[in-house]
């Protein structure tokens, strides 16, 4: 067992230190406020192949590990967690699904595009009436000739107004339950496909999170991913790997704050010393640099199972699961260590924590990831 990272892993963990000091930070404050996707940032990133971190260079992709993926999205998210969700989104939802499960026509069309960064991806799965219940989908998918007709209204997609390419979950035969729920890939622009208004959230506000409707938009057969009755399946596996991403992003939030309160901690006087001398401080920094490196072995260690060909499903949901806990708690503390200026937006902590709150949530809630990891435990 080697804990170093190699040299490889290094260089590619510098580099993204280095774009998300000089690229991601200047407008970070600014696009949360305004809400503002990070567009050329997004192109920036496709050019650097931050957009198809483990796709096969023969599709346009970076062809690396997923441990380089992890120490990407870790980098980035200390920084820019708006930015990151694009990426992690676009990366193991979107270009993931195609790569695994796409016909190589799929792959020629839309993959070459997504890795490169010239497309972004959404992944359109959950509802109104379907989100930790994700069997019980609303959206139907008719059978009709070539091609399959869609209705229905998607909820919370991140990239949902920004994608050119979305892979949107619907039911196509409700006798058969999960069994009949497929996979399509539906294009921006179709006739029928509209954009809802955009949501107005308490953190990644960078990211860009539509409601989505689908009025009898047509799809051709050949955008049908994988088998009939394949979709259900095709969501579990691609968000185990989404969990990778998810749990790297929640552990750069943290260590983002952590840093940041170290600092801070070590300028700041209080009672006649700097404030990292007084307990009270001290004893917050072990905890927070405890939790942050266990945290860190655990989405070092989903994203080494990935890379292995062992199953990741419990590894993913448990790294995210506690990666996420670590990064609410902790940026809480970084707050607290900064006091009033904590409270104010220049400081970046306040963003963190704000930010910290939706890797609770998406890709499945912490109540979700245990749902996984009791059924992993008692299946044995
Ligand atoms: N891999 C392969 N197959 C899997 C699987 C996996 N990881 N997990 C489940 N399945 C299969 C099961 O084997 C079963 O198939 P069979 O009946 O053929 O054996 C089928 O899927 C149904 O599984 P369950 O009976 O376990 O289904 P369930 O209704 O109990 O739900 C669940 C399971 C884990 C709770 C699931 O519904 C779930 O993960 N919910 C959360 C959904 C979620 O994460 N949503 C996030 C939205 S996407 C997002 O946030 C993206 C973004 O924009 C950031």
Not at 6 to 20: N, P, S
Not at 191 to 216: A, M, W, Y
Not at 232 to 252: C, D, E, P, W
């Amino acid at each position: 067992m080697d804990f170093n990272l190699t040299e490889e892993h290094i260089m590619i963990r510098d580099a993204a230190r280095d774009f998300a000091r000089t690229e991601l930070l200047p407008g970070v404050i600014e696009r949360d406020n305004k809400q503002e996707f990070p567009q050329e940032l997004v192109h920036k990133m496709g050019e650097l192949g931050f957009m198809g971190i483990m796709v096969d260079p023969k599709y346009g992709g970076s062809g690396m590990d997923a441990i380089s993926y992890v120490l990407i999205m870790e980098e980035l998210s200390k920084i820019d967690a708006s930015a990151s969700v694009i990426v992690s989104v676009n990366n193991s939802l979107v270009c993931y699904g195609l790569e695994a499960y796409g016909t190589e026509d799929q792959k020629q069309k839309y993959l070459t595009k997504l890795a490169t960064g010239e497309f972004v991806g959404a992944f359109c799965l959950s509802e109104p009436e379907a989100g930790s219940d994700a069997t019980s989908q609303q959206t139907t998918a008719i059978e009709k000739d070539d091609h399959y007709v869609i209705n229905g209204t998607k909820n919370w997609i991140t990239s949902g107004g920004r994608a050119d390419v979305y892979l949107v979950i619907a039911q196509t035969d409700r006798d058969k339950g999960h069994r009949g729920i497929n996979a399509f890939i539906v294009e921006k622009g179709t006739p029928g496909f509209h954009v809802g208004p955009k949501e107005d959230k308490l953190g990644i506000r960078g990211s860009d999170t539509h409601t989505l409707q689908f009025n009898d938009v047509k799809v051709p057969k050949e955008n049908r991913i994988g088998e009939d009755g394949f979709g259900f399946k095709f969501a579990m596996k691609t968000l185990s790997g989404g969990r990778i991403g998810i749990a790297a992003q929640a552990l750069g939030i943290a260590s983002g704050a952590y840093e940041l309160a170290l600092k801070y901690s070590k300028e700041r006087k209080a009672f006649g010393t700097e404030i990292c001398n007084h307990q009270a401080i001290a004893f917050k920094l072990a905890d927070m640099y405890t939790d942050i490196t266990a945290a860190r072995l655990m989405v070092m260690n989903a994203a080494w199972d990935k890379d292995q060909g062992n199953n990741y499903d419990m590894s993913s949901a448990m790294a995210k699961l506690y990666a996420s806990k670590v990064a609410m708690e902790h940026t809480v503390e970084a707050v607290q260590i900064h006091g009033g200026n904590g409270f104010v937006k220049e400081y970046h902590v306040e963003r963190l924590m704000r930010d910290a709150k939706i890797t609770q949530i998406y890709e499945g809630t912490s109540e979700i990831q245990k749902i996984v990891i009791s059924r992993g435990v008692i299946k044995g």
